[in-house]
């Protein structure tokens, strides 16, 4: 990995005075890596994709919105009917939200399943929650924006979460609306931070990338590289994969931009907002309606400590609970599929997910699924209190009760094997 | 290719699952019957004559009491009609203008870059006139609820005469088997021969209300067209582009164990 001879002599000046060409050479060409990933390690850089395409057509957007109450939503229309092609740029970015949040879900359950987080990838996972965590910021203000039925109900909704801190709560929601409701100065500073926030993950992506490359990136065995047998350069053995997986994910990605543009979205947004009419039901995007169904499913007080706060607890420490899985996971093992036990809770971790972000969707007094007597309340319940016994309970004891399957000696001989059992 | 059709699979489904429940509706009003659109799947267009004919419904009596105020009389060449006839047809409204060099405001005739006049000078006059309920704009009427076209088609033919028994029906109301509580402020705005249509098609309510969801739900997709026009032209030329990566990435692989 000695640096490369650059013959072209405008390459090599500049390279001997900032090594910018080598370092990309290093981290983007030779960059050593397992030959045995899945598509299951595509989500990435499908992910970095998306964040690029979501900067870009936001950019474009903020030519032509304006971040007033009284004018946000019919600049949104204007865009929508008047500017060239602003139809299409605003259904990417608004698509592009969910998009990106399919990408990083897969990219936290891969992460989950194959322990990526385990020594020495701690700091690489940490990285990544925060990306995770400013990307909901992001979203969440960016659909304020729009100023809709649900951006205005939603942003009341969710800011009001802080009053629930006993002293500072109120004050402290007084600060972040700049008044004593939702109103232009909520939007405006909204704006703001949406405009910020994208570049701060862009940063905590290069972050991200970085540890990646120190640490160098797991793979479906969980067992490290140890010759150079084992790894294939980046280039063109990912570059070409990473491609193809875009192809298909930008037929999936203009399906909904093209064809079902709103599908995604909530139909009460086409509704300017009016501070004196409250939707029947307030519902997020989909993407928080698991963390949604936490925040609800705590309606009981604990030691004096009311609901309202437990829910908020609750809802933050679902994330942040991430932050400390590498030393609750016991196992010495990381791939799940040399864990014939914890595989199964880890798909029922994901069951429970889907199942959470269902209750999420529903009023908390509607039946699950239709089934008379079962509550989706009861059920948002039920399912928080797996979600931390997964990480809390089960995580520390299969680790250290499951008896795993032996490991491969090397990633090159798991390989082989594979290969003589197709 | 078995692994990666799996994680696609798995890709679609975390994405229905999740919204499908999303959007339902709650309640006891019935879901509304699913209608034939001109414009629904990947080829769906609109049918120019259909909603030349919804707008005639709009105009004669839904913009009695309904703005539509995202749609600028030069919109109209989207359903079809010239300029010389959208000149006409904005000139058949008095817009108000100015202030002129004297400080007054004037009325003048429309022009193609105004927009549609809104029926009230303001919320407090639509509400006094309407029992206290201002009609909503219907510019995005249909993208604002749930199945739109479906629901909007549905409550202008879901009118009963009659209340059904036990129902209390406050004063001034109608009953409305569709609309949320099935209390609706809007009295049947449509009837056999509401309007009459030129080009020979029936009268019938069931008509109007088809043309005129047909009018409203361009006026909410005035891009529809152009953009399964080119979602189709995009994703045709992304499958042939990712059948040649997918040939390429096997031939780059050929001699890697994996």
């Known amino acids: 990995m000695s640096a490369p001879q650059w013959n072209n002599k405008v390459v090599k000046w500049v390279d001997d005075r900032l090594p910018v060409i080598s370092m990309l050479h290093h981290s983007a060409y030779e960059y050593p890596t397992p030959k045995n990933l899945s598509y299951m390690w595509n989500f990435g850089s499908l992910a970095g994709f998306v964040l690029v395409t979501m900067i870009l057509t936001g950019i474009f957007l903020v030519m032509n919105y304006t971040p007033h109450t009284s004018m946000a939503f019919e600049s949104v229309e204007r865009i929508m009917r008047d500017v060239n092609h602003g139809w299409l740029i605003r259904y990417i970015h608004m698509n592009g939200a969910s998009m990106f949040f399919i990408c990083v879900f897969i990219h936290i359950f891969r992460g989950l399943y194959y322990g990526s987080y385990k020594a020495p990838r701690e700091m690489l996972w940490w990285i990544g929650i925060l990306i995770l965590l400013a990307m909901m910021a992001t979203a969440f203000m960016g659909y304020v924006l729009p100023w809709g039925q649900m951006s205005f109900w939603g942003a009341t909704v969710i800011t009001n979460l802080f009053s629930a801190f006993p002293i500072i709560g109120d004050p402290l929601v007084t600060w972040l609306w700049g008044g004593f409701s939702v109103d232009n100065p909520t939007l ?42 084992d790894s294939i350069p980046f280039h063109p053995y990912y570059t070409i994969k990473d491609l193809f997986g875009l192809g298909v994910f930008l037929i999936f990605f203009c399906a909904f931009v093209f064809f079902a543009p709103d599908y995604l979205g909530h139909p009460d947004n086409y509704i300017p907002a009016n501070p004196l009419v409250t939707p029947p039901h307030i519902v997020p995007e989909w993407y928080f309606l698991p963390f949604y169904a936490i925040l ?6 604990i030691l ?21 899985i590498p030393w609750l996971d016991t196992s010495k093992v990381r791939s799940s599929k040399f864990r014939p036990v914890y595989k199964w809770f880890f798909w029922l971790f994901v069951i429970d997910t889907f199942i959470l972000g269902y209750c999420g969707a529903k009023a908390p007094d509607d039946y699950f699924m239709g089934i008379p007597g079962l509550k989706v309340i009861v059920m948002g319940q039920l399912s928080t209190l797996y979600y931390f016994v997964h990480f809390l309970v089960v995580m520390p004891l299969v680790g250290k009760l499951e008896r795993t399957k032996p490991l491969p000696a090397s990633i090159s001989e798991s390989v082989l094997k594979e290969g003589a059992n197709a | 290719m078995r692994k990666f059709a799996l994680t696609a699979i798995a890709a679609a489904f975390a994405v229905t699952a999740f919204t499908g429940t999303a959007a339902r509706a709650a309640g006891d009003t019935p879901v509304p019957a699913a209608q034939d659109w001109s414009w629904q799947g990947l080829f769906g267009t609109y049918d120019r004559a259909q909603l030349q004919r919804g707008f005639q419904v709009y105009k004669n009596v839904c913009a009695g009491c309904h703005s539509l105020r995202f749609i600028a009389f030069r919109n109209l060449e989207g359903i079809g009609f010239n300029e010389d006839q959208i000149k006409a047809i904005a000139a058949e409204y008095d817009i108000e203008d100015g202030p002129n060099d004297d400080g007054d405001m004037f009325t003048r005739p429309g022009k193609p870059s105004d927009y549609f006049p809104s029926p009230f000078p303001n919320e407090k006059a639509a509400a006094a006139s309407n029992g206290g309920a201002i009609p909503p704009d219907l510019s995005l009427m249909t993208k604002a609820r749930v199945a739109g076209p479906d629901y909007v088609f549905a409550l202008l033919t879901g009118y009963e005469e009659e209340a059904p028994e036990g129902f209390d029906l406050s004063d001034g109301k109608s009953y409305n088997h569709y609309f949320p509580g099935h209390q609706i402020s809007m009295a049947p705005p449509l009837y056999d021969e509401a309007v009459e249509y030129s080009d020979g098609t029936p009268a019938t309510l069931e008509q109007h209300s088809r043309d005129v969801v047909a009018f409203l739900n361009w006026t909410a997709q005035p891009e529809l067209e152009a953009r399964k026009e080119l979602g189709l032209q995009v994703i045709l030329f992304l499958i042939v582009l990712t059948a040649m990566l997918y040939a390429l990435k096997r031939k780059i692989w050929r001699d890697i164990e994996h």
């Open chain 1, 296 to 301: 609800r499913s705590i309606d009981f007080t």
């Open chain 1, 188 to 229: 405006n500073r909204f704006f703001s931070l949406h405009y910020l926030m994208p570049f701060v993950i862009l940063g905590l992506v290069v972050l991200h990338v970085w540890a990646l490359h120190s640490v160098r990136s797991n793979n479906p065995t969980g067992v490290e590289i140890k010759t150079p047998q």
């Open chain 1, 304 to 324: 004096g400590i009311p609901a309202k706060l437990l829910g908020v607890l609750a809802m933050f420490a679902s994330i942040v609970i991430l932050f400390v």
